[in-house]
């Protein structure tokens, strides 16, 4: 089984066939079945009623409603993507990106929810809809200002959500068996168009890097940066990363810099006084600290001597223009 080039299907097989396979938990007294009138909109005795159909952009889901008023949304993903019950994975990397790859078809984002464990080795592993928990709610008293101030605000926000999938490790080996998958969520998905932002789609690959790295080394801003890599992209749709992925990139590329600033500070003037005609620099230190940098090319000197009797002053420095 390990060494098959193609996953394969279990069909028409019960659990006490293939108990010689699966690890000892699996054998144990299974999770509790789940709740029928949230997600058995498959079976013939369901109580959801098919209400609507939802498009997202590129993603669609068809929508069901329980009698208590109660929406559900089912991606409506070709067969090909989505998880098997029964199939066999050989490592948990093929899972984790087939269910990834899954939701991004979808229009969610997804997680590791836990694992289980049997004598030092991981037996279940859960991977679960990022909306998954419960809402934390938060007491205020209104007497007591203090307890207002807390954890910082975000726009990110769970609703329970149950879907999810279930895979047991086959005991021996690398392999992973797909045992339940519930695929309908109690929010709407998100549309292909704002997938950009989502947490994965937040996250800038190495281009992206590199564009925030030449654009500063050209004297542009992170937020210049964006706008312009939105402009050659053709829109926010097709980007990775918002305006505030861009500032932190360019925030840790300074931080990267540390305090090797003043090295390559005084490296360029070097370079300068080497290249350049009649250039020349003088630096003034204490205590290995730096205090003050004073350079002059060819055409200031030249000024000098011409308007000596002259100060002239940068009026907007450090003003940002």
Request: net charge neutral.
């Given at each position: 089984?390990?060494?098959?080039?193609?996953?394969?299907?279990?069909t028409?097989?019960?659990?006490?066939?293939?108990?010689?396979?699966?690890?000892?938990?699996?054998?144990?007294e299974?999770p509790?079945?789940?709740d029928?009138?949230?997600?058995?909109?498959?079976?013939?005795?369901?109580?959801?009623?098919?209400?609507?159909?939802?498009?997202?952009?590129?993603?669609?889901?068809?929508?069901?409603?329980?009698?208590n008023?109660?929406?559900?949304?089912?991606?409506?993903?070709?067969?090909?993507f989505?998880?098997?019950?029964?199939?066999?994975?050989?490592?948990?990397?093929?899972?984790?990106?087939?269910?990834?790859?899954?939701?991004?078809?979808?229009?969610?984002?997804?997680?590791?929810?836990?694992?289980?464990?049997?004598?030092?080795?991981?037996?279940?592993?859960?991977l679960?809809?990022?909306?998954?928990?419960?809402?934390?709610?938060?007491?205020?008293?209104?007497?007591?200002?203090?307890?207002?101030?807390?954890a910082?605000?975000?726009?990110?926000?769970?609703?329970?959500?149950?879907?999810?999938?279930?895979?047991?490790?086959?005991?021996?080996?690398?392999?992973?068996?797909?045992?339940?998958f519930?695929?309908?969520?109690?929010?709407?998905?998100v549309?292909?168009?704002?997938?950009?932002?989502?947490?994965?789609?937040?996250?800038?690959?190495?281009?992206?890097?590199?564009?925030?790295h030449?654009?500063?080394?050209n004297?542009?801003?992170?937020?210049?940066?964006?706008?312009l890599?939105?402009?050659?992209?053709?829109?926010?749709?097709?980007?990775?990363?918002?305006?505030?992925?861009?500032?932190?990139?360019?925030?840790?590329?300074?931080?990267f810099?540390g305090?090797?600033?003043?090295?390559?500070?005084?490296?360029?003037?070097?370079?300068?006084?080497?290249?350049?005609?009649?250039?020349?620099?003088?630096?003034?230190?204490?205590?290995?600290?730096?205090?003050?940098?004073?350079?002059?090319?060819?055409v200031?000197?030249?000024?000098?001597?011409?308007?000596?009797?002259?100060?002239?002053?940068?009026a907007?420095?450090?003003?940002?223009?």
């Open positions: 089984m390990g060494g098959c080039d193609q996953p394969f299907i279990l028409d097989c019960s659990l006490e066939e293939t108990a010689n396979l699966l690890s000892p938990v699996v054998r144990e299974q509790e079945p789940l029928v009138d949230m997600f058995g909109i498959l079976t013939d005795d369901s109580p959801l009623r098919y209400i609507g159909f939802d498009q997202q952009g590129c993603h669609s889901s068809l929508v069901y409603q329980t009698p008023g109660s929406r559900y949304w089912c991606p409506d993903v070709s067969s090909h989505k998880p098997v019950v029964g199939k066999i994975y050989l490592t948990w990397d093929e899972v984790y990106k087939m269910y990834e790859t899954y939701g991004e078809m979808s229009g969610f984002q997804i997680r590791v929810a836990g694992y289980k464990k049997w004598k030092g080795e991981i037996t279940h592993r859960v679960v809809c990022n909306k998954a928990g419960k809402p934390r709610g938060k007491m205020i008293d209104s007497v007591h200002p203090a307890s207002m101030s807390g910082r605000s975000s726009c990110f926000k769970v609703t329970g959500c149950k879907a999810l999938i279930r895979l047991g490790a086959i005991k021996g080996i690398t392999n992973y068996v797909l045992y339940e519930s695929e309908n969520h109690n929010h709407e998905l549309s292909s168009e704002n997938m950009d932002l989502t947490r994965k789609g937040k996250h800038l690959n190495f281009d992206d890097l590199h564009f925030v030449a654009m500063s080394l004297r542009v801003g992170a937020t210049v940066a964006h706008r890599q939105t402009s050659l992209k053709g829109g926010h749709h097709n980007m990775r990363g918002t305006r505030n992925s861009y500032k932190n990139i360019s925030r840790d590329i300074r931080m810099i305090d090797r600033d003043v090295q390559l500070v005084l490296k360029k003037l070097e370079d300068r006084a080497k290249n350049l005609h009649n250039f020349s620099f003088e630096i003034h230190h204490f205590e290995g600290v730096l205090q003050a940098i004073f350079w002059a090319e060819d200031s000197k030249l000024s000098y001597q011409l308007f000596g009797d002259v100060i002239a002053f940068d907007t420095y450090s003003t940002n223009k």
